[in-house]
């Protein structure tokens, strides 16, 4: 687990996480300004799972040229 970019990766899927409960928390008000709030919340978390989607890949096939 001494991994940096195992680390980072792990991170950024938490991340993502906490987003998308936020989002789903917000969605559970029922107003019209919590569905704006929980869409806005459901763009970041996309954002944020192509950048952890993104480092997982990196992170797999760096450690697929390393051979370990």
């Not at 906490?18 to 019209?32: D, E, Q, W, Y």
Request: proline fraction near 1%.
């Amino acid at each position: 687990m001494e991994d940096p970019l195992l680390i980072i990766a792990l991170v950024a899927c938490l991340g993502v996480l906490v987003i998308l409960l936020m989002g789903i928390n917000s969605f559970r008000k029922g107003t019209a300004e919590a569905a704006k709030q929980s869409n806005k919340f459901m763009r970041w978390r996309l954002i944020a799972q192509f950048g952890a989607v993104v480092l997982i890949m990196i992170f797999v096939w760096v450690r697929g040229q390393s051979g370990g």
